[in-house]
């Protein structure tokens, strides 16, 4: 406790001592006043009023001095006979109190911000409001804050959702022992491949490299460590397993012709993808895509006439989709699926990268491969024993969620809780996304939402609408600065976070030294072009 200062005008208490002589005299003043007779009273002349005040001076100047002469020999007051206490210091003089109504009082009470977060999860960085640490973690947090363990992350570009993911959603995952699977989208040119290069060099991991026309990994859609089960459609079997070869071959196929299948197609697809599977298993071999262009160009007799088929009717029921799958074979996925599975396909004990930034961003050939992958993963882990939390991060994610490849992400995030997997998103606007396509219900249904800067106010207010953000949530979201989001954890209200990094995780995610480089050209006398380094 602290004593009164010289120099504080704090009011002195009295000591009990001075109250006990002071009430004594006033009661000896009293007594002797009223012991005279009434008339002696009545006959006492007032005294003037320049009088009356001296002695008004002298009695206040009595009193100071006897207040002063009692606080120096006691240091406290208190109302309780404790002076070993009082020794000690415990008690400090109370000021009187201040006569006030409930409503001006209110003010005494301030408000303390709460953090927005719990304390068990990963750090992602601080509340720009209150400056509490943010720690959150999609795994952790399922089951008290949030019901689905997906992310999604929606914003401008340059706006460093990458920074968000590479940091939060990978290297401080991997510290927790955990499998993270990125399949990496943003070609760099400094680096000859994806973004995540630098990455996975600095944790000694060899990205999964795909190449249209060879010199690259190459996955097959009919290996049953991918996709085992055959006899699955989008609203078929059981739902809950990931998607099978079916749904993969019908993707695949319907990606080629550009269109929806007819019923028709459709038959003679599934009975060639079951000639392909008995081919290449009395041959020893695994099936693959070519297996299946082959029984559609020469449909088996036995199977054409048990269906009541003839072999003329299965021909030309899958001649369309036979044509656009040999042309996509031979041209947008030459070299990625016409074949066995790559060895180096497998999954890693803890950072795995398929790099498909060499495909073509036009054409079916992307979202495939993402789709495929998407689909091993799952896949995977429906058959682990022990299940491991795994996160899958998809840059640019509006590749597999337009066309036929949608329904088989929307598959297989539906049992992200089942296969203890945290499916991360990123998209860069709500628009990216078509009305129709079951990704909207994918989007709605993520337990954690992070909103970066949209520069059209029509973006801003999608995001508002789509996850039901109190109102005036859109002018937030696009007066955001870079590195700023709007934090969104299950049905709590979002708040403005901060996204902080350790220098070690600004190095690994930068992604801007092409645009920051000083390098510069000369010319020789020749005139010709000499790279100067900066």
């Not at 006030?100 to 303390?112: G, K, L, N, V």
């Not at 060099?201 to 049953?224: C, H, M, W, Y």
């Not at 799952?378 to 329904?407: C, D, F, K, M």
Request: charged fraction near 25%.
């Amino acid at each position: 406790m602290t004593t009164m200062e010289e120099g504080l005008s704090l009011p002195q208490p009295r000591s009990r001592r001075l109250w006990r002589t002071v009430r004594a005299q006033e009661r000896a003043e009293q007594l002797t006043l009223d012991a005279a007779p009434a008339g002696v009273r009545a006959r006492k002349r007032p005294a003037s009023k320049s009088a009356a005040k001296k002695a008004e001076k002298k009695e206040a100047k009595r009193r100071d001095q006897a207040e002063s002469k009692a606080n120096a020999s006691t240091r406290w007051h208190h109302e309780r006979k404790w002076k070993f206490a009082s020794r000690l210091g415990f008690y400090d003089p109370a000021a009187p109190g201040v006569e006030s109504s409930t409503r001006q009082m209110e003010f005494s009470h301030m408000a303390i911000a709460s953090p927005p977060t719990s304390h068990r999860g990963l750090v992602f960085g601080v509340d720009a409001g209150s400056g509490w640490m943010i720690v959150h973690d999609p795994f952790t947090a399922y089951g008290d804050t949030i019901e689905s363990p997906n992310v999604c992350y929606i914003g401008d570009l340059g706006q460093a959702k990458s920074s968000a993911m590479k940091t939060w959603g990978v290297l401080r995952q991997l510290i927790l022992g955990r499998r993270v699977v990125v399949i990496d989208k943003k070609y760099q040119t400094d680096i000859g491949g994806g973004e995540y290069t630098p990455l996975a060099r600095k944790l000694e991991v060899a990205t999964v490299q795909f190449r249209i026309g060879g010199g690259g990994s190459r996955i097959n859609i009919l290996d049953p460590d991918i996709a085992a089960r055959l006899n699955e459609e989008a609203d078929e079997g059981d739902l809950s397993t990931p998607a099978g070869q079916s749904m993969l071959v019908r993707a695949v196929m319907e990606e080629a012709l550009r269109r929806p299948m007819s019923p028709k197609e459709g038959k003679a697809v599934r009975m060639a993808h079951r000639q392909a599977l008995a081919t290449a298993k009395s041959a020893g071999e695994i099936a693959h895509i070519g297996h299946i262009l082959k029984a559609l160009y020469a449909p088996d007799p036995d199977a054409a006439g048990a269906a009541g088929l003839t072999v003329e009717e299965l021909r030309e029921w899958g001649q369309d989709p036979a044509f656009e799958l040999e042309r996509m074979i031979e041209d947008d996925l030459a070299g990625l699926i016409d074949g066995p599975t790559s060895e180096d396909i497998r999954l890693n004990s803890g950072l795995t990268v398929f790099d498909v930034s060499l495909l073509p961003e036009d054409g079916p050939a992307l979202p495939i491969v993402m789709t495929i992958i998407n689909t091993w993963l799952a896949n995977t882990l429906y058959r682990q024993s022990t299940p491991v939390p795994t996160t899958l991060l998809i840059e640019e994610a509006w590749h597999t969620v337009q066309g036929s490849v949608a329904t088989v992400t929307r598959r297989n995030t539906k049992l992200s809780r089942a296969l203890s997997l945290s499916c991360q998103f990123a998209f860069h606007h709500i628009s990216d996304i078509p009305e129709d396509s079951p990704a909207i219900a994918m989007l709605k249904e993520c337990g954690t939402v992070l909103l970066y800067k949209q520069q059209k106010s029509a973006d801003a207010l999608a995001c508002e609408q789509m996850f039901n953000l109190p109102p005036g949530s859109a002018e937030v979201i696009s007066r955001l600065v870079k590195g700023t989001c709007l934090f969104k954890i299950g049905s709590h209200d979002p708040f403005e976070a901060i996204h902080v990094r350790s220098p070690l995780e600004v190095e690994l995610t930068d992604t801007d030294s092409a645009m920051k480089s000083a390098s510069t050209i000369a010319f020789n006398e020749e005139s010709t072009v000499t790279e100067v380094p900066a």
